[in-house]
Every structure is written in C-alpha cells, then in structure tokens.
T-cell receptor
C-alpha cells in the first residue's frame, strides 16, 4: 500500500541554520505531495504542495521539490527562525476523495 | 474565517462512558475526515465522508461511529470509551479532487481514565 517515511526527530538547530527534513514515499500512480506544519496546541496547516513530478512547492521560505526518480519530497529552508519550531508532516494523496497518508512527523526545535 | 470548528477542545471520560465529538466546516467542502494523533504515529484516519450521506472506514475505525449530518457537519461517536482511545482527535475537510489540501480543526484532546 501507499506509505510515507520521514526522518526521525527531534531535530534541534540554531537560529539561521539550514534545514532539511527528508521525506520519501511509496505509491502507485501519480500522487500529490504535501507538507503540513503543526504549531504547539494547534491543528495542522498546509505549508506547501506539489502535484506533479519536478514541481517545486514553496511558502514562507520553505521549499520542496517533487522528485519522481527518487520518490522524495524533502523539505528545506535556508535560514530557520525560532518561530519555525513545530512538528512537520509529509503526506501524499493518490486517490479520488482527497484521502491523505501521513508520515510520522518530525519535531523541529530552533534555539536562539 | 472560521474554517473547521471542533467541539469540545478538551474532555475527560471514564472507561465505558460515551460521547460525541462535533465538527463543522464553512468552506462548502464535500469531503470530511476524522483522524487521531498519537505520539510517534503521525495521523491515522478513523473515518471519512466523501459526500453528504456517505461514510467509509479508514485505517483505525474500531470503537468509533460517525454521522454525516449534512454537508457542514461530521460527528464522531465513542460508544464505550476505552483507555486506548486516549488521543488527540482532528477533523478535516477538503474538496473531492486528490490534489486538494485538507483543512484541519484545532483538535479535541480526549483522556479516558
């Protein structure tokens, strides 16, 4: 079946460091890929998405490129801030009806 | 913009009690979902509803029932709560196409003693 695997956390970085959170997927067909962010005590918010191979999603300085050849959708940011501390979820949607399959989440902590 | 509204935000139950979690969306979305979030497990789909009048099981449906009351509202019921159902529950909604993002509520934190 379809699945998403994320790098394990927690990830701790200093402010202004470079961030990469790895995400790989297994899916039949041509899924859409998403990154969601969850701040403490809140629900998930869409961070960015890509719907076909080689698409790059971007938002708030975060980027991820849909790589079909490596079945990956790694999240990157050039310079993290304390306010980026959150849990990040990679997800895919491969079927009609909009059902999502989530990775287990990666907790990011950014220190001043 | 209200988006997806869940009630209650917190609840403590005793084993064997029943309760209903409420969810409403104001985005005219056809699809609605219930997830549970447990540490280290990501989000797991309990039930979903692709349209008014239809519901389907997700990955972890045992111990739960759902009702799609109308296009706006999708409730989750625990008939006889068990400690294993202690979790954070999220409701979400989306358009029907597979590339449409889901919009989430703020969650219900449920503890069962």
């Amino acid at each position: 079946g379809d699945s998403v695997t994320q790098m394990e956390g927690p990830v701790t970085l200093s402010e202004e460091a470079f961030l990469t959170i790895n995400c790989t997927y297994t899916a039949t067909g041509y899924p859409s890929l998403f990154w969601y962010v969850q701040y403490p005590g809140e629900g998930l918010q869409l961070l960015l998405k890509a719907t076909k191979a080689d698409d790059k999603g971007s938002n708030k300085g975060f980027e991820a490129t849909y790589r079909k050849e490596t079945t990956s959708f790694h999240l990157e940011k050039g310079s993290v801030q304390v306010s980026d501390s959150a849990v990040y979820f990679c997800a895919l949607s491969a079927n009609q009806g909009g059902k999502l399959i989530f990775g287990q989440g990666t907790e990011l902590s950014v220190k001043p | 913009n209200a988006g997806v509204t869940q009630t209650p935000k917190f609840q403590v139950l005793k084993t064997g009690q029943s309760m209903t979690l409420q969810c409403a969306q104001d985005m005219n979305h056809n699809s609605m979902y219930w997830y549970r979030q447990d540490p280290g497990m990501g989000l797991r789909l309990i039930y979903y509803s692709a349209s008014e009048g239809t519901t389907d099981k997700g990955e972890v449906p045992n111990g739960y029932n759902v009702s799609r009351l109308n296009k706006r509202e999708f409730s989750l019921r625990l008939e006889s709560a068990a400690p294993s159902q202690t979790s954070v529950y999220f409701c979400a909604s989306s358009g029907v196409q597979y590339n449409q993002p889901q919009h989430f509520g703020d969650g219900t934190r449920l503890s069962i003693l």
